[in-house]
């Protein structure tokens, strides 16, 4: 579809889905004056691929997974020779499209210029967290005390340069650190069952609870800015070509407004009955929260070889990590449980209590081939907002910004 516009602004939204993406662009609708009504087939906000993801608002690390660099383990991914990393493939026509966008997208070009794209929305993201703080004070175990992602190799390090010189960042912005310096920062770094050659701090990054942020922005919109709700009630049908588009509920209850926004991550049944055809699908991720250890890691720590985060979120540790691209059913693998636990022992055997781990999570992560979202107004009373990847949590407030301008490009003056 081409992207519509109109010279009317809508006044109403309904916005489909309540994770992370779908809560943030409420606000950035609400808070300019539209009547936003938010639906979602959860009873609560964030119950889906928002519930329990790695914590990290990585607003640096926008790499794009598809890489030069990523060609040469294709083989041993399909074959599931990476346990941290698996491709099934499937005879799906739009997985095999997907592939082979992915692997075109596969070249020191595109990744530059994929990675790019998400840097920005990311930066954008992080400017629309900053000034939402400095209007609520909503509780979501937010801290800003930077990321160490851990290098166990000199081609990990020739990366992150390589990474270092792409975005045009100073010293100021990241530093590569060796050993000693990277225990001095944090002592937990220690106690780590491997130890790395090398590691990047990022001093500006920030943690927090996607679930608790969600599920705060939802009281908050509801109590301030008069957003109504339907939870617990899944979407059967969108009609757009109504005299005003009208969005159908499985009970039969039918909502009409002026535009619809589909934020619905990894779902999607919308997207087929509406004909969008956009590069989407799965990667599924796995994480525990358990117990702070005895050498917890104060700041957020990437396993880059073991693909696992450690995040402090409070008095807990989230352990997240796990790609599986090809598995679409939500269900919690014990097998793939079993990876992630032995892995986050072997690399910081004392960061958690895992004998007391809870919320044991699986999720589908909405991935594109480029690993950049889709943002788009095919109609003048839809807008999608779909594809974050591994990145939701960090790109939902700028996405959300990016969903006003898409309305208005001064979205300031509504």
């Not at 917890?296 to 989230?318: C, E, Q, W, Y």
């Not at 895992?354 to 991935?367: K, N, T």
Request: aromatic residues 6%; contains cysteine; neutral net charge.
């Amino acid at each position: 579809m081409s992207t519509a516009s109109t010279s009317t602004k809508p006044q109403s939204a309904i916005v489909i889905g309540a994770g992370v993406v779908g809560t943030a662009t409420a606000y950035s609708l609400a808070r300019r004056g539209m009547q936003v009504t938010i639906i979602d087939a959860r009873d609560k906000a964030a119950h889906g691929t928002s519930y329990a993801n790695g914590g990290q608002l990585s607003y640096l690390y926008t790499g794009s997974l598809a890489n030069h660099r990523i060609r040469s383990e294709l083989p041993e991914l399909a074959l599931g020779m990476n346990p941290a990393f698996r491709i099934r493939i499937s005879p799906d026509p739009d997985f095999i499209a997907w592939l082979l966008s992915f692997l075109r997208n596969c070249t020191r070009a595109r990744y530059q210029r994929n990675s790019r794209a998400s840097l920005e929305i990311a930066l954008e993201s992080q400017a629309a967290m900053l000034s939402f703080l400095q209007k609520h004070a909503l509780d979501f175990d937010y801290q800003v005390k930077g990321k160490i992602q851990l290098l166990y190799t000199k081609k990990a390090i020739n990366a992150i340069e390589e990474n270092f010189s792409l975005k045009g960042l100073t010293d100021a912005d990241q530093s590569l650190m060796d050993l000693p310096a990277l225990e001095k920062l944090e002592p937990a770094i220690k106690r780590a069952g491997e130890k790395p050659m090398a590691g990047l701090f990022t001093p500006s990054e920030a943690v927090g609870d996607a679930r608790k942020f969600a599920m705060g922005m939802l009281d908050l919109l509801t109590t301030e800015y008069d957003v109504t709700t339907h939870m617990g009630h899944r979407v059967s049908d969108v009609d757009l070509n109504a005299s005003k588009p009208t969005v159908t509920l499985e009970t039969g209850l039918k909502l009409e407004t002026d535009l619809v926004v589909l934020c619905t991550g990894p779902d999607k049944a919308l997207m087929r009955k509406l004909g969008l055809k956009l590069p989407i699908f799965s990667m599924k991720g796995y994480s525990i929260t358990a117990p702070r250890g005895a050498a917890a890691p104060d700041i957020s720590i990437t396993d880059s070889k073991r693909r696992l985060v450690f995040t402090p979120l409070g008095d807990k540790i989230r352990i997240g990590g796990m790609a599986d691209l090809g598995w679409t059913n939500w269900d919690v693998d014990p097998k793939r449980l079993e990876v992630l636990m032995s892995n986050a022992q072997h690399s910081f055997p004392e960061a958690a209590d895992y004998s007391q781990a809870h919320d044991q999570w699986a999720g589908l992560r909405p991935m594109t081939p480029d690993s950049v979202p889709r943002l788009g107004r095919p109609h003048p009373s839809l807008i999608y907002n779909l594809g974050h990847g591994m990145l939701g949590w960090t790109m939902a407030m700028g996405c959300g910004e990016r969903v006003a301008r898409l309305i208005d490009p001064n979205p300031e003056s509504f």
